[in-house]
């Protein structure tokens, strides 16, 4: 069986983009067709600035194939993000990020984004005592920080979840679940009718600074411009001329079933929450719109779909939902993640004007959204104080390849046990 993505089988979103021909010249090129290079591409454009966004597919990588909750900030809790960058920056990270629901969710009732956005919350759902412990420091930290939580025990947790699985869980009512490649498919439309030129088919082969400009070639065309951002994440390859990012590869995949009967449905996820655990090899599980069951987990399926990953999904969606041993799961896929060693994610500045962002470490949707708004306000103004952190022009992760390695090999002994 091999890999098919839900997201791209439902997506209400269809537009079609051209391929680049011949010669463009543009204020801006942005390699990636992602959150942050879409994101980018329509603030630019809605500033009066030329923009040409070249991809293979958008939403071809992690973009489009993600769990699809929209949370605020990182994975790291706030003091962790403010003793790694030090309080003033951290403090300013962690504030940035805090938004990145508001941001989402405004972009798609503002520009009529069909995506299944359900703005229900998020939980956070203690797997043990030592979860619940890390929930209610999350909970104290982001509290003090003007952030509005609950923190559910034992009993509402089953509620809220329909699972007796859980320890407790920390709720935030302000985030949510979409269609992820819907979404960002959404975007890259509404950045076309504002002037931008969105290319598919595609990918950039070379790219160099020549003249004072950018020129980015591809197999049938190239684009000149005075400034460039690449936002491929984790699917930068093959690009000769620029330096490449360096990061832990991660993978992390999803496996869905078919839409639920209503007997079954009642008692699962009552409220829409999006949901994922406090477990070191964590999973994420939610509903989709049309009452799919959809459970997630580090690891690789590969292209023939792992046994392993997928027989633990099986398992692990039985466990929580024992009413599921009879429900056949139709969908899987996963996608690659980018994780940096401290799990904040990069702004590397490789050139004049030019800028490669990187390593949201499995949290895509809000920060690369506001990323790529930031970095479009940089070009606008040409100050970096807009972005959220500071640039650095140093990219030195060492032993990336291995370190990714070993979690793939930590996530199957964990799906095997």
């Not at 990020?97 to 503002?110: H, M, S, Y």
């Not at 459970?295 to 792992?306: F, H, P």
């Not at 599921?324 to 799990?343: A, Q």
Request: aromatic share 8%; glycine share 10%; proline share 4%.
């Amino acid at each position: 069986m091999k890999q098919n993505n839900l997201w791209q089988e439902t997506s209400e979103e269809k537009p079609t983009f051209k391929l680049l021909e011949g010669t463009v010249e543009s204020d801006i090129t942005i390699v990636g067709g992602g959150y942050t290079g879409c994101s980018a591409a329509l603030t630019a454009a809605e500033n009066g600035l030329s923009v040409s966004l070249i991809d293979q597919q958008i939403g071809y990588g992690g973009s489009g194939r993600n769990v699809g909750l929209v949370n605020a900030g990182l994975w790291l809790p706030p003091e962790k993000v403010e003793g790694i960058l030090g309080k003033k920056d951290g403090i300013k990270l962690n504030e940035a990020l805090a938004t990145a629901p508001d941001l989402v969710f405004n972009l798609i009732n503002k520009n009529n984004i069909s995506c299944n956005a359900d703005r229900a919350g998020t939980l956070h759902c203690a797997h043990s005592q030592n979860g619940l412990k890390d929930i209610k420091n999350r909970y104290r930290q982001l509290s003090e920080r003007g952030a509005e939580l609950k923190v559910l025990d034992k009993n509402e947790t089953e509620l809220v979840t329909g699972s007796s699985s859980f320890q407790g869980a920390l709720l935030n009512e302000k985030a949510g679940t979409i269609n992820p490649l819907s979404y960002c498919l959404g975007l890259a439309r509404v950045a076309q009718s504002r002037g931008a030129n969105i290319f598919e088919s595609s990918l950039a082969t070379k790219i160099e600074f020549h003249n004072n400009e950018w020129i980015t070639h591809t197999e049938k065309g190239l684009i000149k411009s005075k400034k460039i951002l690449i936002a491929t994440n984790a699917y930068l390859k093959g690009i000769s001329g620029i330096p490449t990012a360096k990061y832990t590869p991660v993978f992390y995949f999803q496996a869905a079933t078919k839409p639920l009967p209503k007997e079954i449905i009642k008692n699962i996820l009552p409220k829409s929450h999006g949901c994922w655990d406090t477990a070191t090899v964590m999973s994420s599980f939610r509903l989709d719109c049309d009452n799919r069951f959809i459970i997630g987990g580090i690891g690789n399926l590969g292209q023939n779909i792992s046994k392993i990953h997928s027989s633990w999904a099986k398992r692990k969606a039985y466990s929580l939902y024992p009413s599921l041993k009879n429900i056949p799961f139709e969908c899987f896929w996963g996608g690659e993640i980018s994780m940096t060693d401290d799990h904040i994610p990069k702004i590397y500045r490789f050139g004049k004007n030019a800028y490669s962002i990187f390593g949201y470490s499995g949290r895509g949707i809000g920060p690369g959204t506001y990323f790529g708004k930031s970095i479009a306000e940089v070009f606008c103004n040409e100050n970096e104080d807009s972005l959220p952190i500071r640039p650095t022009s140093s990219n030195n992760q060492r032993f990336s390849r291995i370190k990714g390695s070993f979690i793939e090999l930590g996530a199957k002994i964990n799906h095997l046990i």
